[in-house]
């Protein structure tokens, strides 16, 4: 069955810096790839996906991932943090679940804290 | 316009009470789910419907039942609510079920809380 790891639970940056959450899945086939971010006590925003093609993906609010088979990984990263980026990122995979459905599993989450 | 909107935002209930939770989308998507968010933020999906034919039904206790009285909505009805069905409940809706390439857009959540 696939499964998504997301190791740091917990990240804290300072404004303006740099930021990169890891992601790792585990999965037979070729996966599709999503990253979810939740503000508080809001609902699932999607900010990129990777299905295909080009491996480096953009996303809105000037989010990238890069999509490494070799490693499993699919990690976001984002040049330089704003406070409002402070949220709980998911990463989650889309897999075939049998009788001719999808479904999405996500990891843990990674909750990250930005610093003025 | 809201794409997956769900009703109650808040549902604060006693034990053993009977509770449905609403869930529509204006994308014109085939295919509807339900999600639970426990309270470590861990996301898990419990069913997903296909032109309101059952497709996803994890394990979850035959209390949950869910309700597509057409393509546009999902309901979730629970029946004899125990302490640990707290948690915030999320509709997702995607195009069709079958492409692995669907993205999936949520609702806003709705948190329940059982006393």
């Known amino acids: 069955a696939q499964s998504v790891t997301q190791p740091d639970i917990h990240i804290t940056v300072s404004e303006g810096a740099s930021l990169e959450l890891r992601c790792n899945y585990s999965y037979g086939a070729t996966p599709y790839l999503f990253w979810y971010v939740q503000s508080p006590g809001q609902g699932l925003q999607l900010l990129l996906k990777?299905?295909?093609?080009?491996?480096l993906v953009q996303g809105i609010k000037g989010f990238e991932a890069e999509f490494k088979r070799s490693q499993s990984s699919f990690n976001l990263r984002k040049p330089s943090v704003h406070w409002s980026d402070a949220a709980e990122y998911f990463c989650?995979?889309?897999?075939?679940?049998?009788?001719?459905?999808?479904?999405?599993?996500f990891g843990k989450g990674t909750k990250l804290s930005v610093i003025p | 316009d809201t794409a997956v909107s769900q009703t109650p935002k808040y549902l604060v209930t006693q034990m053993g009470n009977d509770k449905s939770i609403k869930c529509e989308q204006n994308?014109?998507?085939?295919?509807m789910y339900w999600y639970k968010q426990d309270s470590k933020k861990f996301l898990k999906i419990m069913f997903s419907y296909n032109n309101k034919e059952l497709i996803i039904n994890e394990t979850v206790p035959n209390r949950f039942s869910p309700k597509s009285p057409d393509k546009a909505h999902l309901n979730l009805h629970i029946n004899s609510l125990e302490l640990g069905d707290s948690a915030v409940y999320f509709c997702a809706s995607s195009q069709v079920s079958g492409s692995s390439a669907d993205t999936q857009y949520f609702g806003p959540g709705t948190r329940l809380t059982v006393l």
């Open positions: 990777y299905f295909s093609g080009d491996t």
């Open positions: 989650a995979v889309d897999a075939y679940s049998g009788a001719g459905s999808y479904q999405l599993t």
């Open positions: 994308l014109g998507h085939d295919t």
